[in-house]
């Protein structure tokens, strides 16, 4: 599963991004996964965005799988308070 932050300028991506709030440790925690799990965190500054990869527990579109497109993901996001 992928999750794609998108900021819609410079200076929020920047503060968001300073603030250190967007670790391995806290996406696992907030989706309740191993930080093992949590793949690939990458700050990608031309485009004023951040992307969180985790494994996901299930095969996308495989028996099981609820969320193809991993569309409602975003809310444990909502926790995460920026200072």
Sequence with gaps: ???DVLFPDEATYRRVAASGV???ANIARL???PESDVTH???YDPGWAIKAAM???I???DPGDTDVYA???H???LDLEIP
């Design 31 to 33: 989706y309740g996964v």
């Design 22 to 24: 967007f670790t391995r």
């Design 41 to 43: 965190l990458v700050f």
């Design 59 to 61: 095969v996308a579109g």
């Design 1 to 3: 599963m992928a999750l």
């Design 55 to 57: 494994r996901r527990a």
């Design 75 to 77: 809310v444990p996001l």
């Design 71 to 73: 569309c409602q993901q």
